[in-house]
Antibody
Framework: QVQLVESGGGLVKPGGSLRLSCVAS????????MNWIRQAPGKGLEWLSY????????MYADSVMGRFTISRDNAKKSVYLEMNSLRVEDTAMYFC?????????WGQGTMVTVSS | EVVLTQSPLSLPVTLGQPATISCRSS???????????LHWFHQRPGQSPRRLIY???NRDSGVPDRFSGSGSGTDFTLKISRVEAEDVGIYYC?????????FGQGTKVEIK
């Protein structure tokens, strides 16, 4: 069955960096766009970024443009989110999901807390 | 950015009774292939969202047939024909037509 397993979250100080990972299984990873979506505590959902199957098509939400970088390694069936210049307002559960614009499957999420 | 406005934001329902959630978009959601990329998700506390309905009216595998979606243009609806206890949680509509893809604010369904 399809599985998406995120990792890499944790507590970081404002201005710090983190790298999130999402490992996929149970489907043809190389054929699909992948996405990162987040949810601040007690809040709604925000789509952050997507990356095409080849990695050539990438988009970011304005809120993370220039600070976050999405990438993927098809050999490892993994997608990543490099997060720099983290702010308190980036505190959230981060989910990977697929496919693009349909979000049929989600991981369980990894929590990122930005606090001094 | 496309804004999705859900109503109501809170929906107390009686078990066995119907429930309806509205999702209004700030612009049309027709994609280049002619379909509306408007979906519905259900999220229970501490869990990831689960997709229930995709492209307005298509029920996902394993989703009970008491759930149905409808609509077109800028107005969309999720209906639960007879609410069961397991249906509590937050329901979100989501559009995947215009980047950035966006979600509604969520509608909290609880049992009276």
């Amino acid at each position: 069955q399809v599985q998406l397993v995120e990792s890499g979250g944790g507590l970081v100080k404002p201005g710090g960096s983190l790298r999130l990972s999402c490992v996929a299984s149970g489907f043809n990873f190389t054929a699909y766009y992948m996405n990162w979506i987040r949810q601040a505590p007690g809040k709604g959902l925000e789509w952050l970024s997507y990356i095409s199957s080849s990695g050539s098509d990438i988009m970011y939400a304005d809120s993370v443009m220039g600070r976050f970088t999405i990438s993927r390694d098809n050999a490892k069936k993994s997608v990543y989110l490099e997060m720099n210049s983290l702010r308190v307002e980036d505190t959230a559960m981060y989910f990977c999901a697929y496919p693009a614009r349909l979000a049929r499957e989600w991981g369980q999420g990894t929590m990122v807390t930005v606090s001094s | 950015e496309v804004v999705l406005t859900q109503s109501p934001l809170s929906l107390p329902v009686t078990l066995g009774q119907p429930a309806t959630i509205s999702c209004r978009s700030s612009q049309g959601l027709v994609y280049s292939d002619g379909t509306d990329f408007l979906h519905w998700f259900h999220q229970r506390p501490g869990q990831s969202p689960r997709r229930l309905i995709y492209k307005v009216s298509n029920r996902d595998s394993g989703v009970p047939d008491r759930f149905s979606g409808s609509g077109s243009g800028t107005d969309f609806t999720l209906k639960i024909s007879r609410v069961e206890a397991e249906d509590v949680g937050i329901y979100y509509c989501m559009q995947g037509t215009h980047w950035p893809w966006t979600f509604g604010q969520g509608t909290k369904v609880e049992i009276k």
